[in-house]
């Protein structure tokens, strides 16, 4: 063989060797949720065969390198991203079965919520943090624990090779994460500051990557030294015109003020740099997946060109596939044989195991995530973080809880703003002490012209196989009509009713499934009813009394998984139940009804009085388009509640029907009934985000309805002879500080018949004794 062949043979099999050998790696840049993008970067590159030897990523750039790296394919990620659950994730939101049982209060008008530690000196802290990252933590473990543990938390051992970023604040460095629990690295990369909480990785609190290198180019050289880079960038820090509106603002706010400059030089001669088109697309919107996704795989594409030019190694898909499922068949199953937990004294580790007790030696993923749910719906703890760690002399992990009790007061403030005299103010303080029990001590306090009232109450938590709550409430109600009716044009015959209501409630529960459960109660109430049968009322009048004073003994059956304590658009709540009551009826009558100045002449009504009652209500969002959401609520009382001694006595003791956001200030007469049907249809549409338009319908059918005979006596109406109507159109708008509500509230009642009503915050009352 002549010398030139033998040079030209030796020059194709170098050149071969390189093609073969040579090596891409792939980087992804942080920039919130228009880092989705980057899933769209990777279906193009494998759609086309292109290699991807190496990973680096920061914050969602690092999250989805980090899926590919651990064995997930592109189609995927892409699926992932799509669901429901991963909008949950970002968003905060997460179902469990026992949140609802564990809420130690029922809903109150608490907007903002403060804590002291008692034993550091009295610290007020306010919750530093946005967005709610229960269920977030708990799905990075559930992606990626797996995958750290065949590559034995060494990150180049993974399906490929990775790494990514993540800042220490304190000392101002960025610190490149190459091992250790891959879950723990993508949560730590991705804690924007303010938004998610800061995690310890190696003894430092580190927040997300892009503080300092947001499209760590310079890393991949480093770490990897490839033959080839290609750079997706979905982050810019430049401007082209100042924004107008607080909207824009606060949008680019998280990039300006967090995230470092990319600079697309970075990836060098032998790179391509990919910026996907995302200007109209917001950091903080995780909602238009399919489209952010889009615009990567449009981008990619449109350099795919040059891509195929620099790089000429291919990878076989079939190849690809076979690799990568040799890679996910060596995943151990996420079987767990131990729970441990740090971070609280012996008594209080003995509480949170007693949630995961087990009779069975080992605990699949669906018992631990029972029991997470379970601890992270105790309003006991101020943080609950899991980790998974892989135990390979067992074939199995080891579920470890860091726990951090609360703060031991807590002190809450809300109420609400109105239109109509029926604004108050709203404090509640909760004192919480966790030992071999968790325990609560509470009160709150509601003022205002219409509405008053102070609640003590106490609860005990035993942390068994079932576990069991006791707990006692003192509340104490006053409600005055008069003072909210007498101004109002719409309204010349106001209500002269003023009411008074005592009670101590001691009660025993227990955890259902599905968000539910069952409560034993019984009670003793003292009712004061004050009012004028003639609706007529002057200086030195004196209004009839009624005075009730019993027991009552209740079973009560709850499930409640509304995503707001009021103006709901998700969710279900179900309540049944079973009551018996027993006591006396005393009535005094006033001079209004009796003419008489000395009304000591006239004898008072004295009568025992008993009576069995059984509710149901049902409110449910069952139907979701687009952004249309229809809900019902229908509810049903039977009572053989008896006639009282006067017409209004036995309205203010008979069950009511509260269709509409305002009828708990209300006194309406025709909307109660001892036995009733009721139900509504409740239309929602989204215009904007947390902005919603509300029309609802509502009926009142009572079966048989309470008629005024003569100046003061009640008699029944014929059975199903009558029905009342309501209706309300309006808008809201959520804030963090509470809805925000305009409405046209209709009702087919003579006290109110119709009316306008703007308020802020929360039309939210402690319970009455009756209900």
């Not at 494998?46 to 390198?65: A, L, R």
């Not at 449109?302 to 195929?308: G, Q, R, S, V």
Request: charged share 20%; net charge positive; hydrophobic share 35%.
């Amino acid at each position: 063989m002549s010398y030139p062949k033998k040079l030209f043979v030796l020059f194709l099999v170098l050149f071969v060797l390189q093609v073969k050998a040579q090596k891409v790696g792939l980087v992804l840049s942080g920039g919130g949720a228009k880092g989705l993008a980057h899933i769209g970067t990777l279906k193009a590159l494998e759609e086309n065969n292109i290699p991807i030897d190496y990973i680096t990523g920061t914050s969602m750039g690092g999250i989805v390198g980090a899926m590919y790296a651990a064995g997930y394919s592109p189609t995927q990620i892409e699926k992932i991203a799509l669901s429901s659950d991963f909008q949950d994730w970002v968003g905060g939101k997460y179902k469990s079965d026992y949140s609802y049982y564990f809420q130690k209060n029922n809903a109150n008008a608490s907007i903002l919520t403060a804590k002291l530690s008692i034993d550091q000196g009295l610290r007020l802290s306010f919750r530093p943090n946005i967005v709610n990252d229960i269920p977030l933590n708990f799905a990075l473990l559930e992606l990626f624990s797996q995958a750290s543990a065949i590559s034995k938390d060494n990150f180049d051992e993974l399906f490929v090779p990775y790494r990514c970023m993540v800042s220490d604040v304190l000392s101002q460095k960025s610190i490149t994460v190459s091992k250790g629990s891959l879950a723990e690295a993508v949560r730590a990369t991705m804690t924007v500051p303010l938004v998610y909480r800061p995690i310890k990785l190696e003894d430092k609190y580190v927040f997300d990557g892009g503080l300092y290198n947001n499209f760590p180019a310079d890393i991949m050289k480093n770490e990897f030294k490839p033959d080839f880079i290609i750079g997706a960038n979905v982050s810019s820090k430049t401007f082209n015109e100042y924004p107008k509106d607080d909207d824009r603002l606060m949008n680019r706010f998280l990039v300006y003020m967090f995230l470092s400059k990319s600079d697309s030089t970075l990836v060098g001669e032998n790179g391509i740099y990919i910026q996907p088109n995302l200007a109209n697309f917001s950091v903080t919107n995780f909602t238009p997946v399919e489209e952010l996704i889009k615009r990567g795989y449009d981008a990619t594409m449109a350099d795919m060109n040059n891509i195929k030019k620099a790089i000429a190694r291919r990878v076989d898909p079939k190849e690809l596939l076979t690799k990568r499922n040799k890679f996910n068949e060596r995943k151990p199953d996420l079987m767990f044989s131990n729970v441990t937990v740090t971070g609280v004294n012996s008594q209080q580790k003995k509480y949170i195991e007693r949630l995961f007790k087990s009779d069975n030696p080992t605990f699949n993923l669906a018992d631990i995530r029972r029991g997470y749910y379970k601890l992270v719906a105790d309003e006991t703890f101020e943080t609950v973080y899991p980790k998974i760690s892989y135990q390979p002399e067992t074939d199995s992990y080891n579920f470890e809880i860091v726990a951090q009790p609360k703060k031991s007061l807590k002190i809450d403030f809300g109420g609400n703003i109105s239109s109509r005299p029926i604004s108050n103010v709203y404090l509640g303080l909760q004192y919480n002490y966790l030992n071999k029990k968790a325990y609560t001590f509470g009160t709150n306090f509601y003022s205002g012209r219409f509405y008053e009232s102070v609640q003590l109450s106490g609860r005990v938590d035993y942390p068994s196989g079932l576990p069991l709550f006791l707990g006692a409430d003192v509340t104490y109600n006053h409600w005055n009509y008069y003072n909210t009716s007498q101004i109002f044009l719409e309204n010349p015959h106001p209500t002269y009713i003023e009411q008074a209501d005592r009670k101590i409630d001691i009660k025993l529960g227990m955890p259902l499934n599905r968000n539910a459960r069952i409560t034993l109660s019984t009670s003793f109430i003292n009712n004061n009813d004050k009012y004028s049968p003639t609706n007529s009322f002057a200086i030195g009048d004196i209004l009839d009394k009624t005075i009730y004073n019993g027991l009552r003994g209740s079973l009560v059956f709850e499930q409640n998984s509304l995503n707001r304590k009021q103006y709901p658009t998700r969710g279900h709540s179900f309540l049944l139940s079973v009551n018996y009551s027993t006591g006396k009826e005393n009535y005094t009558p006033g001079n209004t009804y009796t003419g008489k100045a000395d009304i000591s002449q006239f004898p008072v009504f004295r009568k025992f009085r008993e009576w069995g009652h059984i509710k149901l209500s049902d409110e449910h969002y069952f139907f979701h388009s687009n952004r249309y959401t229809l809900g019902y609520l229908v509810e049903g009382v039977i009572s053989n509640q008896p006639l009282l001694a006067n017409y209004y006595s036995t309205l203010l003791a008979a069950p009511a029907f509260y269709p509409l956001q305002d009828s708990r200030s209300l006194f309406l007469e025709k909307f109660r009934a001892s036995s009733y049907l009721a139900g509504g249809l409740k239309n929602i549409f989204q215009l904007k985000k947390n902005l919603d338009l509300r029309v609802e319908g509502y009926l009142f059918l009572p079966y048989k309805a309470f008629e005024q005979s003569g100046q003061q006596d009640v008699r029944y109406a014929k059975a199903f002879s009558q029905w009342r109507y309501a209706g309300t159109a309006g808008l809201v708008y959520n804030t963090p500080v509470g809805p925000i509500s305009f409405s046209y509230n209709l009702y087919n009642d003579p006290i109110k018949r119709s009316g306008v009503l703007l308020h802020l915050g929360y039309l939210i009352y402690n319970k009455r004794s009756i209900e």
